[in-house]
Every structure is written in C-alpha cells, then in structure tokens.
C-alpha cells in the first residue's frame, strides 16, 4: 500500500519508521523551510541536505513543487522539473530504491497523482490546515485538531501520558494544553524559544551539553522601534541590525536545535533540551514518536486486512417471478442485465473492462455445495485448477482491491460467463428456496473470509467504484456492517423508512455469518442489518447506482 503523510518532522519520522519497516511505500511532505527542532531525526532534513538517514533508513529529497494549479498532463507542464507530474515520478523512482520520498509541498499537491491509499496528517499544527475525509481511502489525524468521522476515519492520541499513541475512532484526541510533556521532571522549563523576530543562528550543535543560562543560540534582527532592543543596545540606526541572544533554562544536552537561517518570531519554539543526557536520545527516534507510529501501524494494517481479507457474492440464481421471465438474460443497452454486475466487480479487482481474462489460465467451473445443514465449513470444496481472480494473480495497477469474487447462479448462461473471466460459479440447485439460500451458498464458498460483500445481479448502475467504495468506507471504519444506500438520518425517522434508505450490495463482518446462515426464503441481509443498525457504515449512492429491476416497467 502507498502511504502519504503529511509533515516530516521528529513525530512524522517516527510514522514512517515503523511503517517502512512493514513494506509500506512512503512519500512524505513539508514545507520548503522545515521548523522541526530533532532535525537529527526528522526527514525533513532531506530537504535542504539533500537525504537524511534516521535509525539505518533514508529518505531523499525529490524536489520542490510549483504550479500546483496547472493540468499535469499538459506536456510543457511535464517539462517542468517542479511540477506535481515530474516530481511524482522522481518519487517513484526513490519509492522503488527502498527509500523514503521527501516533497517540499506544503499543500500536498503530489497528493492528487500519488495514488495513495493513505493520508496521515501528521504536521502537528494543532488543528486542521486542510486535510478531508474524502482525501483517501483511509485519512488519519495526528493529535489535536481532528475529528474521527468528520474530517478523517481516526485521530492518533498524541499527549503523553496513559493514552498516548491510542487509535481514536470517534471523537478527538485531548485538546492541546499549551504544556509541554515531562520530561526528566521539567516541562516548559526545556524548551528553548526565540527571544525576538528575525533569522535563527545557532550556538551550540545537537547533543552539546549546557549549563542553565549559558547562551544557546542568537536571533539577527532588523527595527527602529523594538523598546527591548534600545534598552539593550542604545539607540539604533534605521534599519541597523542587532542580535538577541538565546539562552537555556535547565542545564542538559540539546536534543534538538532549529538549522541555521531559519526566520523565527519571538517566542517560536527553537529547540530543546533533555535533563537525562543520552546522547543516544538526540540520534534515535523518541518514546512518544514510537507509541505515535504505532498507533498509525495499527490503523494501517487493520484498513488493510480488512479491505483485502473481503469476499465478493453475486447472487444471480433468482427466479424472477414479478418479472416474468429471467430477467437476467435480458438485453439492456447492448448488454444482459446480469453481466453489469458481474463486469463492475471484476474490474474492481483487474481494472480490466473488456471481457479478457487473467493472463493465468484461470478454469471457471461451476461448484457445488450443499447448505441443508445451514453450517459453515472450514474447508469448501472448489473445482480443481480454479484459481480466485485477484490484484496479485492478474499483476494490475495500483489501488484495485484485492478480493475473490464467485457467483451464486442456474444458469448455464450466466455460470459460462463469469468462466470466461476466471470468476468461479456456485450453483444453486434449490432457487424456489429463495436468497437466503444464495447467501448461505456464497457464505460457504467464502468461509476463510473475514467479511463477504453481496451484490445482486438486477442492479444495471452498479459500477467499479460502487465495489471500491463500499469494501473501503467499510475498512476504513470501526463498524462490522456496511451497505450502500440514500441519504438518510439514523436517528428522528422510524426504523422502516431508515430500512427503505438502505441498499445494496451490502457487507458483513464474520461475526454475523451465523445470523446470515439462519435466514431462510426470501429473506435477505437487511434483516440482519436492521438489528445492527448502530453497527452499520452507510455509504451513500446516486438513485441511478441503487435502482433494481424488479418488473419490466422497471426499465422504463
């Protein structure tokens, strides 16, 4: 999975370690001049010096982005070393080494051609500066200023104390207090901060040690009417600079420090000093961006296994008796009904449109299975030589989901079909016992799955995104349930109109499996999701994408 995260500094870094560490591929932004004082751990650093290496991994700097409001697909903007376009291929190209890409991008532009499955925010401004919901599949805030479930799926806690590094799924993390962590028994006392508005010269390196009052650092600055600086230095010049000198407040080792030339404003946080004297401490990531890191890993793997650990159900084995006839060989705009469904969930996982299959010799067979004891097995018997059409197997482009698809059908027509796609078909030998026993066929079939999407084959405005979408909203979230559906509150209307809101093609957590397998005729899924509804993620839908066609007015 790609993962773009916003900021690089000394918490940012922390993210990306344990996270390059498990695989992930990393692009980190920031802003063309980096303020993070442990610039001896934080990747920003790459952008002035070109790489920095934190704890044996390295992150080079792929320049600097411009135009940001230009077509990146135009050819003079690709010959444009500062365009999102060039850059994003000199991020590749870094990504590809095993290394970590580094953007000076304070907007996250490059965010637009990553692809990314992922954006942590995790510039630690202490509120939101600009980041969505919709900016990804999975959108993570980091510490304050966020809110699960209205501008990002979760917030990592970021305070130290007994929470810190907690995933948050709804709600915030702890409003920031102004006071800085204890560290070593002191608190604002280390914090070494600008004495007066101009550009930052250090005196003193990362991991020197220093007494309480000795000078750390000064600040060259240009006035005529700061009182302070007359006071200390006389009567000035217009325009003749002076210096204001900054000074430790503890005695300890300086763990972090502001690089040289940086403009600051009195009071801007400049470095910082650790009363513990490690001199380990100022090369290595800290305790605080490790637990942080954690957190983000967590909401990283659990996005990811539940997105790719989903099974895809079509059911096509109704009988069609409103329609009068079967209504999923009917011709619809060049193609039968059935074959929208079945085409949408397989370019969600191929990308592939046209009726082409895998480049494996994949052998689409028809499975029988039994349901009369309404049980699920651990090990479903499967057509010899069958193999589940997926992103690894078919070698396709990124951001496909990574799901087996088999559908549950009759008829000949529709079982060859999906064969030719590689898509295996379960028959359904019993249809007058209606859905319910399509669903417990596909359960059986997916029964190493942690979730099962179904999706009915009446649906003509289903799409590719309609699949991606819903597995996503539903791995991005905390809930078990998930079903397309129309916009509607959950609280002030009565269960049956929240219940006609909703739906399909629906997805449910294995915990629910046992409820799915003791539904009988034609009842379907929602009457499990209706006893969960406080457990269920709606993703919301054009009427268009929801319509099913039930009689033959219905086409109208």
């Given at each position: ?351 592939k449109t046209d009726n082409s299959s895998c480049e494996e010799d994949l ?194």
């Open positions: 999975m790609r993962i773009l995260i916003k900021g690089a500094g000394d918490l940012a870094t922390g993210i990306a370690c344990r996270l390059h560490r498990c695989g992930y591929e990393l692009l980190m932004t920031d802003i063309e001049v980096p303020t993070a004082v442990r610039r001896t751990v934080s990747f920003s650093r790459a952008i002035y010096e070109g790489s920095a290496v934190v704890e044996e991994i390295e992150a080079v700097y792929c320049g600097r982005i411009e135009n940001t409001t230009m077509d990146c697909t135009a050819s003079d903007l690709r010959d444009n070393e500062h365009s999102p376009a060039t850059i994003c291929e000199k991020a590749e190209k870094c990504i590809s080494a095993g290394k970590i890409a580094v953007v000076a991008d304070p907007e996250a532009a490059v965010a637009k051609y990553f692809k990314q499955d992922v954006i942590i925010d995790a510039i630690i401004a202490k509120k939101n500066l600009g980041t969505a919901i919709n900016d990804a599949p999975l959108v993570i805030g980091v510490g304050p200023g966020f809110t699960a479930g209205v501008d990002c799926h979760c917030v990592i806690e970021t305070k130290r104390g007994h929470y810190l590094g907690k995933l948050i799924c709804n709600g915030s993390a702890i409003p920031n207090t102004g006071v800085p962590g204890d560290i070593g028994g002191y608190t604002t006392e280390r914090i070494i901060r600008a004495t007066a508005d101009g550009r930052f010269v250090p005196l003193k390196n990362i991991v020197d040690r220093v007494e309480a009052g000795e000078a750390v650092a000064k600040v060259i600055c240009e006035t005529t009417d700061d009182p302070a600086a007359i006071e200390e230095t006389g009567k000035l010049q217009e325009n003749e600079r002076y210096e204001k000198t900054v000074y430790a407040n503890i005695t300890g080792i300086i763990r972090g420090l502001l690089q040289e030339g940086v403009q600051v404003f009195s009071g801007m946080k400049c470095g910082d000093i650790d009363p513990r004297c490690e001199r380990e401490h100022c090369f290595t990531v800290s305790d605080k961006a490790r637990a942080i890191g954690g957190g983000a890993l967590e909401a990283v793997s659990r996005f990811e296994r539940r997105r790719n650990n989903t099974g895809i159900v079509l059911l096509a084995a109704g009988e069609s008796r409103r329609y009068g006839s079967n209504k999923l060989l009917e011709p619809i705009n060049g193609k039968r009904m059935f074959e929208y469904a079945v085409d949408a969930a397989y370019s969600a996982i191929t990308g052998t689409g067979s028809t499975v029988a299975l039994d349901c009369s004891d309404d049980t699920l097995t651990a090990d479903c018997p499967v057509a010899d030589g069958y193999t589940a059409c997926s992103l690894s197997s078919c070698g396709t482009s990124l951001r496909r989901l990574q799901a087996d698809i088999v559908i549950v059908t009759g008829y000949d027509e529709i079982a060859r079909y999906a064969a030719e796609k590689g898509i295996a078909a379960v028959e359904n030998k019993r249809p007058e016992l209606g859905i319910s026993e399509s669903l417990k066929l596909g359960l059986k079939y997916m029964s190493g799955k942690d979730s099962v999407l179904f999706a009915v084959c009446d649906q003509p405005g289903l799409t590719e995104d309609s699949f991606v979408r819903l597995i996503d909203a539903y791995a991005a979230s905390d809930k078990s349930l998930a079903c397309m559906g129309r916009h509607c509150p959950k609280e002030g209307v009565s269960p049956e109109v929240f219940k006609a809101s909703l739906g399909n093609p629906c997805l449910f957590n294995k915990k629910y499996f046992p409820e799915l397998m003791e539904l009988s005729g034609d009842t379907g899924g929602k009457r499990v999701i209706a006893r969960h509804a406080d457990d269920l993620t709606v993703v919301y839908a054009a009427e268009s994408e929801l319509s099913d066609i039930d009689r033959p007015d219905d086409r109208a």
